[in-house]
């Protein structure tokens, strides 16, 4: 009689492998590692991407252009939503707060969504201080005069620094500045320092010139 070939061991439905505990087998992780985050000009790129996107969508006629362009606010309401609370949970921690509005990005969503902590004019402020260590190289200063009606008036001396540029340069780099930092503003007007009044002694009113000493002849 021919010898039978051993019985295979019975299956249950999949082969037997390492024992599973609900996950794949693998490196045991406390949470999800950070990658590296986008360079500031690369999130300017997208963006502008992101801008002339939703001005395409725009100009579409049709049904699914309109979807696209709800879902777009939708998702945007619902970050919006979610700023706001990470907003009002940093309240507690002011350095925390601090970096956030110092965040180039994080401001302009912040802006964008209208949930910034700091008011108009606070931000205007910061603003002007920002520029100052530069604008003191080129001997220029700029001082936040007062904001009103949603406009700012800025006070721009220019310096003395023949290579530094003249009032106009100075002018529109603190304007620029200021809006970037708070682009709600209405206007920014840039005002010229008051002329130094030259104050003449009074005991040089009453002295006579030399020559007519004795009276005139």
Known sequence: ?????????????????PERSGREAGPERSGREAGPGL????VEQLLANLDETLGQ???????????????????TEVYGEALRRVVAAATRRPELLDAYTGDELLRHLLLLH?????????RAARAVDDLAPQLR??????????VRDGV??????????????????????????????????????????????????????????????????
């Open 1 to 17: 009689m021919a010898e039978r070939a051993p019985a295979e061991p019975e299956r249950s439905g999949r082969e037997a492998g």
């Open 57 to 75: 969508l725009e100009q579409m006629p049709g049904r699914t252009a309109e979807l696209a362009l709800s879902a777009v606010e939708t998702l």
């Open 39 to 42: 360079e500031d000009a690369t």
């Open 137 to 146: 190289l080129q001997g220029a200063t700029a001082q936040l005069t007062g």
């Open 152 to 217: 700012a008036q800025v006070t721009v001396s220019s310096g003395s620094c023949g290579s530094c540029g003249g009032h106009d340069d100075v002018a529109e780099v603190v304007r620029r500045h200021v809006a970037t930092m708070a682009p709600d503003l209405v206007r920014i007007e840039i005002l010229a320092p008051p002329p130094v009044r030259t104050l003449i002694p009074v005991d040089t009113l009453s002295r006579r010139p030399a020559g007519l000493v004795g009276g005139a002849r």
């Open 114 to 122: 209208g949930i910034h902590p700091d008011p108009v004019e606070a």
